[in-house]
């Protein structure tokens, strides 16, 4: 851990860091749980420099106006780390995801008219897309097939074969898609077992946005 960021977050929380432990994540960035002075307990992220976890701050930020699933609150945030609220780990009772299951739910009830995201954000350390489209079709063509082949070509990962099979599918996607249009709504975007935890009260949180809000079908401009 840098200590130049512990010093920073020390300045920031105005308390003395007593203790911090390696918590086990992603492979993005490292994390800590810190205890201070007073035995306030904080969660840090550090370990990637540029605006992923700015981006990550504000995708929290957006699923917490939501109102209806539970996030880490930022306590502050960079391009050098972002310092989260620490939640303390409960027991994935069947009561639990039952719960976490409906105020997922509830949060795709939270809607845009169009489709897309205010900023640009990563899927994993991939930049990632999100200009606002008027539909989904257009949107996911052109921020989540068409942005990846290229990344893909730029590297050198796109041969005969790929190019090919990629313009085929282009032109059979209406099809594809076709019944599949829904009112935009707002996503985690990268939801899997690491990206969501059960707290002491048996509450669902989702955390862990490293690529924020993918909002493949998301929200409002």
């Known amino acids: 851990m840098n200590g130049s960021v512990l010093d920073k977050v020390k300045a920031i929380i105005n308390e003395d860091i007593v203790n911090h432990s390696a918590q086990a994540g992603g492979c993005i960035a490292n994390s800590l749980r810190i205890k201070t002075a007073s035995g306030n307990i904080y969660f840090l992220k550090q370990g990637f420099s540029s605006n992923m976890f700015i981006c ?3 995708g929290l930020r957006e699923i917490s106006r939501s109102a ?3 996030t880490p609150k930022v306590i502050a945030v ?3 780390f972002i310092l989260l609220e620490n939640i303390e780990h409960g027991l994935k009772t069947q009561e639990a995801m039952f719960s976490f ?3 997922y739910a509830q949060m795709h009830q939270y809607t845009g008219k169009h489709v897309g995201f205010y900023e640009n954000n990563f899927i ?3 930049p990632q897309l999100n200009t606002v489209e008027d ?3 257009d949107f996911f063509h052109k921020n989540r097939l068409l942005y990846q082949y290229k990344l893909a070509e730029a590297n050198g990962y796109a041969d005969t074969e790929l190019r090919n099979k990629f313009i085929k599918i282009e032109k059979q996607l209406p099809q594809i898609l076709s019944g599949s249009e829904e009112e935009p709504s707002l996503l985690h975007g990268d939801l899997w077992s690491g990206n969501y935890l059960i707290d002491h ?3 669902a949180v989702l955390i862990d946005l490293p690529s924020t809000m993918d909002t493949e079908r998301p ?3």
């Open 135 to 137: 539909n989904w079709l």
């Open 201 to 203: 009260t048996g509450k």
């Open 68 to 70: 209806t699933i539970k």
């Open 219 to 221: 929200t409002w401009q």
């Open 124 to 126: 994993g350390s991939t």
């Open 56 to 58: 990550e701050a504000n």
């Open 78 to 80: 960079n391009q050098d």
């Open 101 to 103: 299951g409906c105020t």
